[in-house]
């Protein structure tokens, strides 16, 4: 298992609905991302910057890279460039993050 961090950017006043869609996330995006290895994901927001951290844990043989050809994704894609900082094809505007502390569980 490895664990990853990324930065992306709602667009400001979004975050309700932000948070609206993703209570309401497709269950054959949940099942996709499963599938390609995802075991927890995470998004968190902060209001000054409107900038959205994500942290997800993936298998080592994951197959996100998958993830962009399946059309649920680019379904999700689409259905979220309204709200967010996006490239011209949808693909979520995002920075990859790099980690410099951990501090592991107990035990």
Do not use: C
Request: no cysteine; glycine share 2%.
């Amino acid at each position: 298992m490895e664990t990853i961090a990324f930065r992306m950017v709602l667009n400001p006043g979004m975050r309700a609905e932000y948070e609206r869609r993703h209570a309401q996330t497709w269950p054959e995006l949940v099942d996709a991302l499963h599938n390609a290895g995802v075991r927890d994901y995470r998004i968190f927001f902060d209001p000054n910057t409107h900038h959205l951290f994500a942290v997800l844990t993936r298998n080592s043989d994951h197959a996100m890279d998958q993830l962009p050809q399946l059309d649920v994704m680019r379904k999700w894609w689409d259905y979220m460039a309204d709200i967010m900082q996006t490239a011209p094809d949808h693909t979520p505007l995002s920075q990859p993050l790099e980690a410099v502390f951990h501090l592991s569980p107990l035990g």
